[in-house]
């Protein structure tokens, strides 16, 4: 219970609530008791929080291997590859076949289709982006990240108007949800003047403090792109 609340704590965002490293600690203190699947899954989720990549990567495909059906496996070793592979000199890309390997065995999972979604957007390939946006909303039409579905197809396409509707959008937006359309914009579509158009969003009213530090590092950074040192 303690692993699952640390999962749980990794992907929702929820006020008052301790570090994942926490729980993920309480946990370990009792794992030579698990099961050595549980066990295995509970040691490489510690080397993921811990930025552990490389331990991280090979304990997940040791238990792909050995568990091909696993879904956590799969999720986790395309997590560790989405997020830590630029930081180690290889492509986020390579996450997109474990994340298709998720969809495969649980093909209502929402994670997996929003980042092959921005993988696809970073690699500019709109067509795939319109197929998994369809299947995304197909399933999750009021979600919140519905609106970081739409920014990705807006910013690939650099469709003006819809550009503006997403930034329309962005005012009234959970502040996950708003950082969310930056990186849409910045990181993955690496659409700048779509990023320019979602800033003020992140000005000094953004209301949390971590939203004013981002918005703060965001603007900077439109200005070296447009060369204003």
Do not use: C, K
């Amino acid at each position: 219970a303690q692993y699952r609340l640390a999962l749980s704590a990794t992907w929702a965002s929820v006020a008052d609530i301790p570090d994942p490293a926490v729980w993920a600690a309480s946990a370990a203190r009792h794992a030579q008791r698990l099961p050595p699947l549980v066990r295995d899954l509970l040691t490489a989720f510690a080397a993921y929080r811990a930025a552990h990549a490389d331990e991280a990567e090979r304990m997940y495909l040791g238990v792909t291997r050995g568990h091909p059906d696993n879904i956590e496996a799969w999720f986790m070793l395309a997590e560790t590859l989405f997020h830590y592979n630029p930081g180690r000199g290889r492509p986020a890309m390579e996450a997109w076949a474990p994340f298709q390997r998720v969809l495969a065995l649980d093909p209502g999972n929402a994670h997996a289709m929003i980042h092959l979604a921005r993988l696809a957007a970073l690699e500019g390939r709109a067509d795939v982006l319109d197929t998994l946006a369809r299947r995304y909303r197909a399933r999750y039409q009021d979600a919140d990240r519905t609106l970081e579905i739409r920014a990705l197809q807006a910013y690939v396409r650099d469709d003006a108007a819809e550009r503006a509707a997403v930034a329309r959008a962005a005012r009234v937006a959970d502040d996950i949800v708003a950082s969310s359309l930056l990186d849409a914009a910045l990181v993955y579509a690496q659409n700048v003047d779509a990023a320019r158009e979602l800033a003020p969003r992140f000005g000094p009213e953004a209301g949390a403090a971590y939203m004013v530090l981002h918005g703060r590092r965001v603007v900077t950074t439109l200005g070296l792109l447009a060369g204003q040192w």
